[in-house]
């Protein structure tokens, strides 16, 4: 009666005949997903009680995971003390519950994840399964094991799955310190909607803010120099007043995505690599750097003639995906080894949910850095598209002041809406004045 | 007989469970039946936080008809101290004792022989059959202090009395806990309760209840009830009514129904009986009552209210 508060809760019970093969895969997974849907909703800022995963997991083991609406039950009372939390709850545990369906469906001899953003070792437990995965399953035929062991590759649409014998898969992560090898699906799958038109009114946005070049202009400040150069013709005689403004520009831009594993849970990769891709066809310049404990450049993978071509090249720099965050710790990397990057015509875009691990001055100093060499620095936070999201953590409070906006960065619209903020110069900007709050 | 009825828990299921509660005519959905199996089968005691009338303290009278075990129920209020929910000690006969030099017999006054239970440690030295369902009612009532205390109750299921020692459980009771949520409950109190929040009903479940609970009332009269309260609730009510509000009204209407209360109410082609005949203004406003708690609520309903009141009626009516 007295409920198990070991590390290990209970295996979850799968139903009738399930039976059939070893669960420790699935049940680490659904741990691990467990663990994780509890931190998103921490993150998200619902009251989940210190043991609420212990909790949930007893919970779930106890109702099992046959049936979604039991399930959602179960959590819901386990990890849910305030009403007000029950919206945020039932959006994250839609995500919770693919994850599960996904391990329970990957079962030996599957390896048809179908989810774009799935992948369910992002913490230690995860790390387990992924470890499970590739060592503890007798029933998976030789090729899949092969395919497992491989990692799961970030995509390629135009290569069999199952048969290519790829071995190059790098996509890695950790929550912290070494990568682990996960598993991700190809691109194609996913009906991810174009981001282009989104990133072109952006692209456009952006190029018609004020640049740091003066030219001649109607609605400027005076260019006394040019009115003193032009009474030699008159003798002296001011005549007119030439006005000067700063010039609109094309864009030179500096992308620096957080491809740490929480940032990954909530913007699905394929919008992410497809925007990337975009940005770096439609600006004059656009250096992008993936970082998470670790920073890598990636601009010619960008380049690359698909998006599946890019990950492959992604794979061949062994561009490590979904560890945890140090922004500071990159921007050092970035300000020491590749300074040139950022000047002050360039703009810099910061993909990043500001769930710094590392250490706050140094995120503070490069922030700094880039404020005071930057045109302008934009962070898109994934975490914004939520309605209830305040910049409250240490890194996004670190960082605010060295930001000029902070939008939403999930979808397509929240482009278009960045756009739309920044037409209108006259209007404070940032995700507060966004469409999700204040439905425009 | 503990592991009995435990084992019971360990085996008991959704079906079981909500069969239990429709013998008791307690109509839950499934979130709730699955909340319960949940509390039983991991032994926590359950927190359950709603609006005034949503069904809070029946879940727990139901929970011990259905187990066929002893309600032992603790209604908190301002200013609830531990002697008036654990235990206190009977000074009069203390006093009594020492004066009649019993306690040189005895050798102490503080003995089993002079201790009052309260309801908490009457549900931990239980010693029934079955586990007791241990109702703390209405616990935002009580100060913050009393939740403090709560939480060695529920922690490990004992009490520490000084003169006697400890006193632990061997029956794990069912503990229900319910909140109007008047103010926040601690975070260590949640954290040691699987958390229901109980929604107001919707109109078909409201309906079911009201079939259930006043079987005498017509169909046709518990829909159009149900459609009143059910626009009434959208209504800007200081007190909204909740499911017990509808359930007076109903049997409110059930006992007016022999008299109705509008003799001017012509039964149009003297085909209608009484239970057929829809529900008019007069018969609202001389129940209305039952319905809305406050006076500022009832000057609310002014004409237009009513009308919207009786056209809500008679499209739940069809």
Redesign the interface.
Known sequence: ???DTGPDPEPVRLGDGDGTGPLTDVTTRVRSALVRFVGALRTAGV?V???GSL?AA??LA??GIDDE??AR??L???L????ED?ETFDRLFDRFWRRVTEAVDDRPGGVDTSSFDGGFASDAAGDDAVADRETDDPHESGDDRRQSSVSRRLGNVDAPETDDGDTATRARFSPNGPSERVETDPLGGTATADPTPAVRALTDAIASLPGRRRGPAADGLPDVRRAMRRTHATGGVVMEVPQRARRPDAVRGLVLVDVSQSVLDTVDREFLVRVLRTLTDEWRTARTFLFDTDVTEVTAALRAESPDATLREFDRLEAAWGGGTRIGHALTRIRDRASNAVDRETVVLLVSDGLETGDLSRLEAGMTWLDRRARQVFWLNPLAASTAYEPTCRGMVTALPHVDGLFAFAEPADLFDIARQLRHRQRPVGYEHDWRRTDR | MTDDI?DD?ETLT?ERLQSLFDASDYVAE??IT??V???L????PL?V?GEPGAGKTELAKVLAEGFDTDLIRLQCYEGLAAESALYEWNYTKQLLAVQSGRDDDEGSVFTEEYLLERPLLRALRHDGERPPVLLIDEVDRADEEFEALLLEVLSDFQVSIPELGTVATDT?PIVVITSN?TR??S?AL??R?????VEPPSFEKERAIVRRKVPELDDAVVAAVCGITERLREESLLKPPGVAETLDWARALTVLDGAPADDTIPADDGTDTPEDRPLTETDIRTTLGCLLKEAEDVERIDDETMSALLTAAETARQ
Not at chain 1, 80 to 83: A, E, Q
Request: hydrophobic fraction near 35%; aromatic fraction near 4%; glycine fraction near 4%.
């Open positions: 009666m007295s409920p009251e009680p210190a043991d909790v007893e919970s106890a109702v609406d039991r039950t179960a819901r009372a386990a849910v003390s305030r009403p029950v | 435990h828990f959704n499934d979130e699955t909340t199996l949940l509390a089968k991991l032994g926590r927190l936080e794990t949520r926040g409950l975070d949640k954290r309760c699987l958390y229901l929040h």
